[in-house]
């Protein structure tokens, strides 16, 4: 699949990288929100929704982190025609 003697490349720009960024920035603001302002229980039938969705993304921005980390992207040196 896989050749382990190529360098990784990809870094901090893997899409997976950035996905599991965004998500994880956008959690960070819906858990803050959930925890600061009024969750206004009555609108959302008693959850307060904006923290449990900051946690979940946190959680999955994680996880694509984690992806990222353990399968890092190999590229050959040279390219096959």
Do not use: C, H, Q
């Not at 599991?20 to 969750?39: F, K, S």
Request: hydrophobic content about 50%.
């Amino acid at each position: 699949m896989s050749d382990r003697s190529a360098k990784p490349t990809g870094g901090i720009f893997d899409i997976r990288n950035v996905i599991g960024l965004l998500l994880g920035l956008y959690g960070v603001i819906l858990l803050l929100t959930g925890l600061i302002r009024d969750p206004e229980l009555d609108k959302t039938g008693g959850v307060n929704a904006n923290l449990w969705a900051g946690i979940t993304l946190l959680v999955v921005g994680g996880l694509f982190a984690l992806w990222a980390a353990l399968r890092p992207t190999y590229v050959p040196d040279e390219i096959e025609e």
